[in-house]
């Protein structure tokens, strides 16, 4: 998934940004709600983890501004508020989850795979498909029963096309999926990850559909 991490700690950004993207995700962390609103204008976030107390505002009023505008996009509120009545607050306001610091980073990926299931950005916690048993939010995959390891953006492509299983999927997608901003995007770059991912997989799972992009093949 594309995150975008509002989070104005040095610390806890840097280690919530590397744990994400370790997962397979693509993150990209600003410090302020005004850089916020600058990348989400331009980046068609798949969710948001969202700090409260930031240099420029409150982030509880940047998510009534995103619903406000009719932007769905699901929202995990990362903070040391611990009141009850300020949780009431966040998710009154239109966030998906609460998170309070300081956290497991393995309970932080946990929450972005339920939240994300319940957007219907991921499947099932087990999916089948032929000869592979999937289960993204635990990272593993089996082929014939045995155990594949894919490394992180082999993930990310195989998430976006698990979405929506026998549906093309854009390169632009998947490209979106795999970098954040300031990363190095090679035109054949998309190519590469599918074909290391049909040589761990099977050369049939994933057909390229020319001219517009990749899908699952469901049977």
């Not at 939010?137 to 390891?149: N, P």
């Not at 901003?181 to 050369?203: A, D, H, P, Q």
């Amino acid at each position: 998934m594309r995150i975008l991490l509002i989070e104005d700690d040095e610390t806890l950004g840097s280690a919530v940004r590397e744990h994400t993207v370790a997962d397979g995700h693509a993150a990209d962390w600003v410090k302020d709600l005004s850089e916020a609103r600058d990348y989400a204008s331009v980046v068609a976030y798949e969710l948001t983890l969202l700090d409260i107390h930031l240099p420029d505002g409150n982030g509880i009023d940047y998510v009534r501004e995103m619903r406000k505008r009719l932007d769905s996009t699901p929202v995990i509120i990362l903070t040391a508020r611990d009141q009850i009545s300020d949780r009431i607050e966040g998710l009154n306001a239109g966030a998906d989850d609460y998170l309070l610091k300081p956290f497991d980073l393995g309970e932080l990926s946990a929450r972005i795979y339920a939240v994300a299931r319940r957007h219907g950005h991921f499947p099932e916690p087990i999916y089948s498909l032929g000869t592979l048993a999937i289960q993204s939010a635990e990272r593993r995959l089996y082929r014939h029963g045995q155990a594949v390891y894919l490394t992180a953006r082999e993930w990310a492509v195989l998430d976006c096309l698990l979405r929506r299983p026998g549906t093309v999927v854009s390169k632009r997608k998947i490209e979106d999926a795999l970098y954040s901003f300031g990363s190095e995007i090679e035109s054949n770059t998309v190519e590469v990850y599918v074909s290391r991912l049909r040589k761990k997989i099977g050369g049939d799972v994933i057909a390229t559909v020319r001219g517009l992009g990749y899908r699952l093949v469901v049977t």
